[in-house]
């Protein structure tokens, strides 16, 4: 489902920007400040409703603007042409339409758009905290499986409810609350392990691509004792989570411990084998999601050339290539993006103080 149009304008340095990208590579090459990420952050924006860069989306806003707005026509196999607009304010009002209807949930945007991010901060994937890595699991689930979001949702209300208990220590009311809580837990925890089973094989044939001198393993744990049953665990814990005022267990505290030799992998990699087993996890994950759904990712790599070299830039370019599906990828100098990799579909475009312009495929 690549992006055919897209119009951005309010965005940064942006000017207000139209144009066609590629349906496979499109390179976007600038200097310093002419805009290449903030390209990538508004297709980030749209798809997402976040900013890779920062938390506050009243820096995404051009300083000279009041509000952002972007407009996508997205070629989807299964459900035809569609167009998606976002509109928001400085006020921090945000409206977003499909063919023309209000959509309130951003999840069904990430449901027309699932876009995968390689940037320079992505190494943060492994040295981060756990709920970086839940949330890359949950992506995963979340495109494959429908029904994830609203189990979450029923969940997320079970969690709340039980801390309140906790918190107004009425101890009489948390066999009302475990009930549901145990069911929703068990049941994303099941979905969990089952994505994650799927993945890890895949996982380690694209990282044994990239680079087979790095051997990492995965081990989930889904916030719980494993070898213990949630509802033994709960009650174990019910004075401790009384006095903590929250459910110390669940699986809000789910963990994907990436590791190399038994340590944290973030730990003991160099900063580049990070970001090449960062990008493995982003490609396989890209990847099963077209096995399973026969749909595609949009990948977004930012400042491809920042800490890989010309060996693992090649690897990864060439796995973007096999998975044929749409790549924006920026970098400073042109040669750097071309003298790797030689797609036989792409556009290059040119970034000037917050201006593309299509160049020459030469
Ligand atoms: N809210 C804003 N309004 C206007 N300009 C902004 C705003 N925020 C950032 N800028 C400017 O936007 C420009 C574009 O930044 P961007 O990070 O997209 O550049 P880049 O091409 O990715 O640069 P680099 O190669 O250094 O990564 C910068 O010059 C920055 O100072
Ligand atoms: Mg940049």
Not at 79 to 93: A, I, Q
Not at 141 to 160: A, C, D, G, Y
Request: aromatic share 8%; net charge negative.
């Amino acid at each position: 489902m690549p992006i055919r149009h897209l119009r951005i304008s309010g965005v940064r340095n942006l000017q207000p920007l139209v144009f066609d990208p590629h349906p496979n590579v499109n390179f976007i090459y600038g200097d310093n400040g002419s805009g290449k990420t903030s390209i990538l952050e508004s297709i980030a924006l749209m798809a997402s409703g976040k900013s890779f860069r920062t938390s506050q989306l009243k820096h995404v806003m051009s300083h000279e603007h009041d509000r952002i707005e972007m407009r996508v026509g997205i070629e989807d196999p299964d459900r035809g042409d569609c167009e998606m607009e976002s509109l928001r304010l400085r006020g921090g009002d945000h409206l977003l339409k499909l063919n023309g209807s209000i959509l309130t949930s951003q999840a069904e945007a990430a449901h027309w758009l699932p876009v995968q991010i390689i940037e320079p901060n992505t190494f943060k994937l492994l040295s981060g905290s756990p709920e970086e890595r839940r949330a890359f699991i949950d992506w995963g689930v979340f495109h494959v499986e429908q029904s994830f979001m609203e189990q979450w949702k029923t969940f997320r209300k079970h969690l709340k409810q039980r801390n309140a208990v906790l918190k107004q220590k009425q101890a009489e009311w948390l066999d009302v609350w475990n009930s549901g809580f145990i069911e929703g837990a068990e049941a994303i925890d099941t979905q969990r392990q089952a994505y994650l089973a799927r993945f890890k094989p895949e996982f380690i044939r694209i990282l044994n691509e990239l680079d087979p001198a790095i051997s990492v393993t995965l081990a989930y744990y889904p916030g719980w004792e494993k070898d213990s049953q949630l509802a033994d665990i709960l009650e174990r814990q019910q004075e401790r989570d009384m006095v903590l005022g929250y459910t110390q267990s669940g699986p809000h505290r789910a963990e994907l411990r990436i590791k190399c030799d038994k340590q944290p992998a973030a730990e003991i990699l160099s900063r580049g084998q990070q970001k090449t087993v960062v990008a493995a996890l982003k490609i396989a994950q890209g990847s099963l999601f077209q096995q399973e759904s026969g749909r595609q990712t949009i990948y977004l790599v930012d400042d491809l050339a920042s800490e890989l070299d010309e060996k693992h830039r090649f690897a990864l370019c060439k796995l973007l290539e096999e998975l044929k599906c749409q790549v924006f990828i920026t970098s400073i100098d042109k040669e750097k993006l071309t003298d790797v990799w030689k797609p036989i579909s792409s556009k290059v475009f040119h970034v000037e103080h917050g201006d593309l312009k299509q160049v020459d495929n030469e």
